[in-house]
């Protein structure tokens, strides 16, 4: 299927889902993602605030760890900025922080991503703009963050054709599953999950 159509369908089904559905997804996905190593070690963690029937991660905000959450540039990037209760909601229909305090990327130890749809070698297909992609480029950090994926299960799918840009995803977890991307094996062992 191509890219197109898969968001498409993707984007259509996530947001006909009802808000208790959405809920229940999003509380077992948090408690796994609560059980990652990787996370439980995380002191500086970027998030994101859900719309449109994505699998909300607020549940996995707490005291003990500093959330950041995205801002989109004019260059294509996304910095990070703690909130301060504000968001705004930008032009794509997306809430950003209105705080002024930036988390730098070196800074993370790891970023909760949100996603269209992904297949279990951590390939992800976001909504087209590539924020994730062109901020995470390994080429261009000294330090990369590790990227765990949000989803519900309708949205793993057999194979995404990952684009020459793309950015794979450390582990994806599901309401059904967690998984490590094969792709992110070869960059760190298990062991730091």
């Known amino acids: 299927m191509e890219r197109r159509d898969l968001r498409h369908r993707m984007l259509k089904k996530r947001r006909t889902l009802k808000p208790e559905t ?3 997804a999003s ?3 948090c408690e796994k993602v609560k059980g990652l190593d990787c996370f439980k070690e995380a002191r500086k963690i970027a998030s994101y605030v859900a719309v449109n029937g994505e ?3 607020k549940s996995l905000e707490s005291s003990e760890k500093v959330f950041s959450f ?13 909130s301060n209760g504000n968001f705004t909601i930008e ?3 997306v809430p950003e922080p209105t705080s002024e305090i930036e988390d730098e990327l070196q800074t993370l130890d790891l970023v909760i991503v949100p996603l269209v749809a992904t297949d279990h070698k ?3 297909l976001g909504h087209g703009a590539g924020y994730y992609d062109k901020t995470f480029d390994s080429a261009k950090l000294s ?9 519900h299960s309708f949205q793993v799918v057999q194979k995404i054709q990952p684009e020459e840009w793309d950015v794979p995803l450390d582990v994806v977890v599901s309401d059904k599953e967690v998984f490590f991307g094969e792709i992110a094996h070869a960059r ?3 062991g730091e999950y």
């Open 122 to 124: 951590g390939n992800r």
């Open 22 to 24: 959405v809920e229940a």
């Open 188 to 190: 760190v062992s298990m």
């Open 55 to 57: 699998i909300d991660p």
């Open 70 to 82: 995205p801002v989109i540039q004019e260059t294509g990037h996304l910095k990070f900025f703690r």
């Open 91 to 93: 032009a794509f229909g």
């Open 27 to 29: 509380l077992k996905v």
């Open 143 to 151: 330090k990369r963050p590790k990227l765990v994926g949000l989803a």
